[in-house]
């Protein structure tokens, strides 16, 4: 309260002299009439009551102001204390954040890296297979081939054969005559004959 009471004297005091200062400037710069006594008593009665009802108004309110005062200065202290608690929160909340999104990338980032591994062991394996599917086809497809060349060739020799043999028959019949064919019958009887 003294201080309270001390800074509102100072007020008054630094209010006297401003009114005095003012009223001494508009005096002296006054156009030859100046201000007369009367005028000097008038604002001094002004400034008497000014003073009179502010130092009332202090007495009435003194306590009222100071536990006003004090109330805010409490609330100022407290949301100033809340604020420096609520910011402490808040930083340590962006660091664990902070740190879980960092080990959250470094997760992702290893996920992206086994993903991308095992593409390329899928890819190496997938290649390898299709080779193999390959070298199976490749294989098969020669063991074909060499079975219708067996059968080609197999066919190729029976038309040969069958081709031989009509054309053995066509030249046969134009060239045998029935002299020969008798004597030709007549030497498989001999030997059928004799072996028997």
Do not use: P
Not at 84 to 113: H, L, M, N, P, V
Not at 118 to 143: F, L, P, R
């Amino acid at each position: 309260m003294n201080r309270l009471l001390k800074t509102i004297r100072w007020n008054l005091i630094l209010t006297l002299i401003f009114v005095l200062a003012f009223a001494s400037l508009a005096y002296a710069s006054g156009e030859g009439g100046g201000y007369t006594k009367d005028d000097w008593i008038h604002l001094a009665e002004k400034t008497f009551n000014f003073a009179i009802l502010v130092g009332l108004i202090v007495w009435l309110l003194g306590k009222r102001m100071k536990s006003f005062f004090v109330d805010r200065r409490k609330e100022i202290k407290e949301s100033l204390e809340s604020a420096s608690t609520q910011k402490a929160e808040a930083e340590s909340q962006y660091r664990e954040y902070s740190e879980k999104i960092d080990k959250a990338s470094a997760e992702i980032d290893g996920i992206f890296e086994m993903i991308k591994a095992q593409g390329e062991t899928e890819k190496q394996k997938i290649i390898e297979d299709a080779h193999k599917v390959a070298a199976k086809m490749k294989e098969d497809a020669q063991a074909r081939i060499q079975q219708e060349l067996k059968k080609a060739s197999i066919q190729l020799r029976q038309e040969a054969v069958q081709l031989s043999v009509e054309m053995a028959e066509d030249i046969l019949k134009r060239n045998i005559t029935a002299q020969d064919h008798e004597a030709m019958i007549k030497e498989y009887m001999d030997k059928v004959v004799n072996k028997h």
